[in-house]
């Protein structure tokens, strides 16, 4: 596992001291889309991702929050 590690660092060494880098491109123009919008996509993949995760559970609560 360590030798996979310094594999991988060294090659992201050379990349980037050969000028080499990834572009970046948006997913949707935002110049078309309004805020609004890309809000709300944000929120539904928030909830997709919520839902995937192993650990999660889901359970309604009874009761009040006053302690006494």
């Known amino acids: 596992m360590a030798l996979l590690l310094l594999v991988f ?12 880098f990834l572009p970046l ?3 949707f123009n935002t110049d078309e889309v309004e805020m609004r919008e890309l809000r709300a996509r944000d929120r539904i ?3 997709r991702m919520l839902q995937q995760q ?8 009874q ?3 006053i302690s006494g």
């Open 9 to 20: 660092l060294s090659l992201i060494s050379t990349a980037t001291s050969a000028g080499v």
């Open 54 to 61: 192993s650990g999660v559970v889901d359970f309604p609560l």
């Open 63 to 65: 009761g009040s929050s």
């Open 45 to 47: 993949r928030h909830g």
């Open 25 to 27: 491109e948006r997913k």
